[in-house]
């Protein structure tokens, strides 16, 4: 079934302790999407970028059957990130942000993609997620991140939004942050209170969290030799998920577990190269050779 993917394109700057790249391809609504594609054959985004976008990053969209109608091209540079991880590739130090076309994005949904059945609404500011969801039809299923950013400066709006959507997905941080509460399990059933029906709490490389009404899932993460970039990893895991629900008949637990599954396998991917290096030479069979190795690991 169609996904629509509402989130950021960008060029992104990233310095690890195995190396560095400059001006690649990244932002929320590429990760999300180059994921999300390998389970959908109908996938769309919608986002902005400046005149100075290479046309070469067009075309991986189109290449890789991702729709592009929506991607708006303004008058202005595009948004650019630059990072650094530490040995322990946690958390990323920012070291610049600019946010050019960016910071006036208006998403304005294509009339052909507001009855998209998935919708993912990636971290963008609370207010515009609220917007695009006023312009389409009910969708099937939405999915809603954010950052610790939003929950300070708009926990007002963010927590009304909550009320509108099925999934919300956080990190254990942003749902402490938001709650007030130390325990992540009291504050995801506290945030399912506010209207989600389902939350997500990734937990990085020790894997994810699936609270639902009546049963909590844990997927540890996948066994990582090496690690080369982070970035993109959590926006990963949510095309993943939302990808794998999106090709399943029905949406139960049963396939709700499996979708938080195959979004750590598609995470334990991203962060093997840099960018979309990785992500863009697997195949469909890697993803489920993976799938095998996980349960296999987990499996007493």
């Known amino acids: 079934m169609s996904i ?15 190396g560095e790249c400059r001006e690649v391809l990244g932002g929320s609504a590429t990760y999300s999407s180059t994921s999300a594609r390998f389970f ?3 996938v769309n985004i919608v986002a902005v970028v400046g005149k100075d976008f290479p046309e070469k990053h067009v075309r991986f969209f189109k290449k890789r059957g991702i729709g592009t109608d929506g991607l708006a091209r303004e008058k202005g540079k595009t948004f650019r990130w630059e990072g650094e991880y530490g040995p322990d590739m946690a958390d990323a130090r920012t070291i610049a942000t600019h946010l050019n076309v960016f910071a006036d994005f208006n998403p304005c949904i294509p009339q052909a993609l507001k009855k998209s059945k ?3 609404l990636a971290n963008i500011d609370p207010d515009l997620q609220d917007k695009v969801l006023k312009q389409i039809a009910r969708p099937q299923l939405i999915v809603c991140d954010t950052m610790n950013y939003w929950i300070e400066k708009k926990p007002r709006q963010l927590k009304r939004l909550i009320g509108k959507v099925d999934v919300m997905l956080l990190n254990e941080s942003e749902a402490r942050q938001l709650t007030g509460v130390t325990s992540v399990i009291k504050a995801a059933k506290s945030i399912r209170k506010l209207g989600a029906r389902i939350v997500i709490v990734k937990k990085g490389e020790h894997g994810a969290l699936l609270f639902l009404k009546d049963s909590i899932f844990s997927a540890p993460a ?12 959590g926006d990963t895991f949510a095309g993943g998920f939302l990808g794998y ?3 399943r008949k029905r949406i139960n637990d049963a396939e709700l577990k499996k979708a938080l599954v195959y979004g750590n396998i598609m995470a334990t991917f991203a962060v093997e190269d840099f960018s979309l290096g990785r992500l863009n030479s697997i195949t469909r069979k890697d993803i489920e050779k993976r799938f095998r190795e996980f349960k296999t690991l987990t499996r007493f």
């Open 118 to 120: 998935f919708l993912f």
């Open 40 to 42: 959908s054959p109908d």
């Open 245 to 247: 629900l999106a090709g």
């Open 222 to 233: 996948y066994l990582m030799e090496s690690v080369f970039d982070p970035t993109g990893a």
């Open 4 to 18: 629509l993917i509402v989130g950021s394109v960008a060029l992104d700057g990233i310095k690890t302790p195995l």
